[in-house]
């Protein structure tokens, strides 16, 4: 496709399950990122990979959060042991160098129960 | 901490008139200032941006005024049009964190 990707767009989950968050970036961007954004607020940065590159995990709330990114490509947000205040739409964006332009998907809506 | 403060944090306009929209850094090393307009369940996307060796630039509509001294930036939406609601990120770029944004401004032009 020629956007960013994300799945599922929705998600509805019990406190204390886990869940995955996948972000498909657009093809042959080096740096991909992924944010938090709870209703009507700002955009809260939670991690970020630069092709082969340590993540920059400073944005990460707690250890229930985790990301991994396989092949360059595909990045998969997990939380564990979800809460109520995980709720939020977890947004994803690539971009072709660091900080260029960011292309950002329409996020995952996440709701805990 | 790198910040960038936003204000004001929600802007009702008449249709027609002019929105402004200020943002504010204290890192001297921001080198891009991007602006983002979000609609309702999308994400957000580039509308303008502006590097600091200049002082304005204006696509259509949309005009960023940059003002290096004050460490200060801001959008202006000239003959602002319902279609222009939405939500607007302001945005510095440089040092560690790479893109750091303020926390946004809610937008409504009434018809």
């Known amino acids: 496709g020629a956007g960013v990707s994300q799945s599922p767009s929705n998600k509805v989950t019990e406190k204390g399950k886990d869940v995955e968050l996948r972000c498909d970036p657009i093809?042959?961007?080096?740096?991909l990122y992924w944010y938090r954004q709870s209703l009507g607020q700002g955009l809260e940065f939670l991690i970020y990979?630069?092709?082969?590159?340590?993540?920059?995990k400073s944005g990460l709330p707690s250890d229930r959060f985790s990301a991994e990114r396989t092949g360059g490509s595909v990045s998969t947000l997990t939380i564990q042991r979800t809460q109520q205040e995980d709720s939020a739409v977890y947004l994803c964006?690539?971009?072709?160098?660091?900080?260029?332009?960011?292309?950002f998907g329409e996020g995952s809506r996440l709701t805990v129960l | 901490q790198q910040q960038v403060k936003q204000s004001p944090q929600s802007l009702i306009v008449q249709k027609g008139g002019i929105s402004i929209i200020n943002c504010a850094y204290e890192?001297?090393?921001?080198?891009?200032f991007p602006w983002y307009q979000q609609f309702p369940g999308k994400g957000p996307a580039l509308l303008i941006a502006?590097?600091?060796?200049?002082s304005e630039k204006k696509e259509g509509r949309f005009t960023i005024s940059f003002n290096k001294s004050a460490k200060q930036f801001s959008l202006h939406i000239m003959d602002s049009q319902p279609g222009d609601s939405a939500t607007y990120f302001c945005?510095?770029?440089?040092?560690?964190?790479?893109?750091?944004f303020g926390k946004g401004t809610h937008l409504i032009i009434q018809p």
């Open positions: 964006a690539s971009s072709l160098v660091r900080a260029g332009e960011l292309f």
């Open positions: 890192n001297t090393a921001f080198d891009y």
């Open positions: 945005a510095a770029r440089g040092g560690a964190d790479g893109l750091t």
């Open positions: 502006i590097r600091p060796d200049v």
């Open positions: 990979f630069q092709g082969n590159s340590a993540p920059d």
């Open positions: 093809s042959g961007h080096t740096a």
